[in-house]
């Protein structure tokens, strides 16, 4: 037999490259369902991929999915990736017209706002007979976590359904400030308990109070998360809301449902000003190691008994229950001239666009379950993480109750009193939901660390931030 | 009478002896600082995978404390088991970095060899897709794979893989081939060699510390990489530097184990590259001939 030719085998090499495209290009079959019977069961064989940022309810649910595949015989395999990286393979997954993740975990920032499109109207599948309901309805979660972490935009239309709500709160040392509380008292002229009564400016007068007598218990009186970060932004927030000060015109709107087209940017507000004023002020008596921490340094550094108080996450309770066992209180974030805001960092979770019908109700079962009041009890009890709930009536199950006082078998659960008041339609702190915010907080916490470390002056870093984010959102979005 | 010997006196140092005493001494600094900036991270790395939380985390750094096998011994157990992001880096990095050597020695010696028009834009160009900023061929790799079906597979990252280690991997061994004198082949022709022949059995063993640094190279960027990892794996392909990504989480780092992962991931680059330090050597000097 003759030898092949060159030209016989690179005619051979490329008839097996266009075999494998078109192999590979072939439609995808959607997963198998058996028609009628159980409605848990009707996708049984079944594989979803959930994408997720490592949080605390995903690591609890990755640990215990044993009790969703039993009840529905689909698998689930569970990817976790940090945010960034996760908004890039979101994206990339929509943009692609086929979905290897079924099920999103949907910051509204970052996911949510920017790729709505991409993302199932929930109430679709909500109204399909063949499908089991949400257990108490969508009214079961919070109000305002369901607009801000599920809906963009469109008052109706629901594309995620509230997952985790952390919430930035006021942690601080309890055992000092009993220890303390009536020469703070004498020494300020005002009670100094912490609470949602509090100013922001007594809270520096307690700060300050602390750094200059209670050195021998602490170094400092406060911390921060003022790093060059998306945690900078969320720290100044709190202050800014509280003076008065708002990122667009109608922000809590802006906030809560969203916006495609928010308007001039009005950092360059007199009250917006005064509260960068203030929070540089406050920094200037901050553990000066805050303009190095994000969340996690600035919870590291109280647990590490550096500091009497701090505004953080209330997940970083759990954390500090093991290290400071009894000795740290919570409360609101104190108040302004304007009010009281606290960051609400809260996600949702959704399923793709690009899923096919059977993939789509599977997907919904596992949306269902992971989000159903018996699954967001479990996670609180578990040992992997846990979070906190989204539904109301989990916040009323007498055993959680129970767990907001110690000893306590739930100890982000101490944090209850604290966050409902922070979950208050007119206290809950919202940024705005925006599709172009990532580039704008990129921009908002740039110009605030200048303002920080002595390179612009509070009025012209709010000036260059309002310029900045007017000519991001000129740009649109057409995703 | 006592005699007073007195020690030789010493030769006055001419100012070239001083200068040159002195640019040794400077040289020696230099690398000490460059040694200290090297070793120091490692090193707190780590002694950190043996600290248990509260020692990692304590405000001033702990030289002293009791050490533990806890961060690895929870890498290995629970629901994020290191083992299949190994296994998964191994074959990913492995083969990749094979398959760049085999094909990047067959190229990178037509690359040599062949007198044409242009030949120096063509190498250049090889290496410049080796320049482009991962970013802007993400997408359109992402989408090939996607519609081949290569997303969350091994194949799928060794291609990713083999996009950047590729064109390193020509342009490295075509500077070696060029090192080897054409007269060799022409012998070994001469002799009765076909090409294949005089290419497998003459110019190749010459190159061996080329192959060997273009495969530990190869092996590096590829057991490294993150970016790529991120877009094209998934539930059944993910690598360690996706594991130790996935340390860092919305309410805190797991600085213990991730400094675990760290020192898994760099022992064994560092062990590869102890084992060939020769031919490493060698080669990134490219002094495969004469260096052998």
């Given amino acids: 037999m003759d030898r092949p030719s060159r030209r016989d085998v690179l005619r051979g090499a490329l008839a097996a490259g266009a075999a494998l495209t078109l192999g590979g290009c072939g439609s995808r079959g959607d997963a198998p369902r058996t028609a009628g019977g159980d409605q848990w069961r009707q996708y049984q064989g079944t594989t979803l991929n959930f994408i997720s940022e490592n949080t605390a309810p995903t690591a609890a649910i990755a640990a215990d999915i044993r009790p969703f595949t039993d009840l529905t015989g689909i698998d689930v395999r569970i990817v976790t990736l940090e945010l960034t990286a996760l908004v890039q393979r979101v994206a990339l997954d929509l943009a692609s017209g086929r979905a290897q993740y079924q099920v999103i975990y949907a910051d509204p920032y970052q996911v949510l706002a920017p790729y709505q499109r991409g993302l199932v109207d929930l109430r679709t599948l909500q109204a399909d007979a063949n499908l089991p309901d949400l257990p108490g309805g969508v009214a079961d979660f919070i109000p305002a976590q369901l607009d801000a972490a599920g809906r963009f935009v469109d008052r109706g239309a629901v594309y995620a359904l509230p997952y985790d709500a952390p919430t930035m709160i006021w942690q601080y040392r309890r055992d000092l400030f009993d220890k303390y509380r009536g020469r703070m008292a004498a020494d300020l002229g005002f009670d100094p308990t912490p609470g949602g009564d509090r100013t922001w400016e007594e809270y520096f007068r307690m700060a300050e109070w602390f750094n200059k007598n209670a050195t021998s218990d602490v170094r400092y009186g406060t911390g921060h998360q003022a790093r060059q970060h998306d945690s900078l932004m969320n720290d100044f927030s709190n202050v800014l809301w509280s003076y008065g000060g708002t990122y667009f015109d109608d922000g809590k709107e802006v906030g809560r449902l969203g916006s495609r087209d928010p308007g001039p940017c009005r950092l360059d507000s007199d009250a917006a000003i005064a509260g960068a004023e203030f929070y540089q002020r406050l920094l200037g008596i901050a553990d000066p190691a805050s303009k190095t921490w994000d969340w996690d340094g600035v919870g590291a550094a109280f647990r590490a008994g550096r500091l009497a108080m701090c505004p953080n996450w209330h997940e970083f309770a759990a954390s500090n229950e093991q290290v400071l066992p009894g000795k740290v209180g919570y409360a609101a974030l104190p108040k302004g001239p304007a009010g009281t805001a606290n960051m609400y960092g809260g996600t949702g979770v959704a399923i793709s666009a690009n899923t096919l019908p059977n993939e789509r109700g599977a997907a919904w079962l596992f949306l269902v379950w992971s989000t159903s009041p018996q699954t967001q009890l479990a996670n609180l009890k578990s040992k992997a993480g846990g979070g906190t709930p989204t539904r109301t009536s989990v916040y009323e199950l007498p055993e959680v109750r129970a767990a907001e006082q110690r000893p306590s078998q739930m100890p982000n659960m101490l944090t209850a009193a604290a966050v409902r008041q922070a979950w208050q339609a007119d206290r809950i702190g919202l940024r705005p939901k925006i599709p172009m915010w990532n580039e704008c907080n990129t921009a908002i916490f740039t110009q605030l660390s200048r303002m920080l470390t002595g390179g612009a002056s509070p009025e012209e870093a709010m000036r260059s931030i309002k310029s900045r984010v007017d000519q991001i959102v000129a740009r649109g979005w057409v995703a | ?292």
């Fill in chain 2, 1 to 292: 009478m006592s005699t007073v010997i007195t020690a030789p006196r010493k030769a006055p140092q001419s100012p070239l002896e001083a200068s040159s005493r002195r640019s040794r001494w400077v040289v020696v600094l230099l690398l000490a600082l460059a040694l200290l900036w090297t070793l120091v991270p490692l090193l707190w790395m780590l002694l950190s995978s043996f600290k248990n939380r509260a020692d990692v985390t304590a405000a001033t750094p702990q030289l002293l404390f009791a050490p533990t096998l806890d961060n690895y011994r929870n890498l290995f157990s629970g629901p994020n088991n290191l083992g299949p992001y190994i296994w998964h880096s191994v074959l990913a990095a492995g083969i990749s970095a094979l398959l760049a050597v085999c094909l990047g020695a067959l190229a990178g010696y037509g690359l040599a060899r062949t007198q044409m028009r242009g030949k120096r834009h063509l190498a250049f160009w090889i290496i410049s897709t080796r320049m482009a900023p991962i970013a802007a061929v993400v997408v359109p790799l992402f989408l090939i794979f996607r519609g081949l079906g290569l997303i969350d597979s091994i194949p799928g990252l060794v291609l990713a893989y083999l996009t950047f280690n590729l064109p390193f991997a020509i342009w490295l061994m075509s500077a070696f081939f060029a090192e080897v004198p054409a007269s060799l082949e022409e012998s070994a022709l001469v002799a009765g060699c076909t090409r294949w022949q005089a290419f497998w059995t003459v110019v190749l063993p010459l190159t061996k510390s080329g192959l060997v640094t273009t495969f530990i190279l190869c092996l590096v960027f590829a057991w490294n990489d993150y970016a790529f990892a991120v877009v094209f794996s998934g539930p059944n392909s993910q690598t360690l530097p996706i594991a130790a990504s996935q340390l860092v989480t919305q309410t805190g780092v797991d600085w213990g184990q991730l400094t675990a992962i760290g020192t898994i991931v760099v022992v064994p680059m560092m062990l590869a590259g102890l084992a060939v330090r020769r031919w490493l050597v060698t080669g990134l000097t490219l002094g495969a001939v004469t260096g052998e």
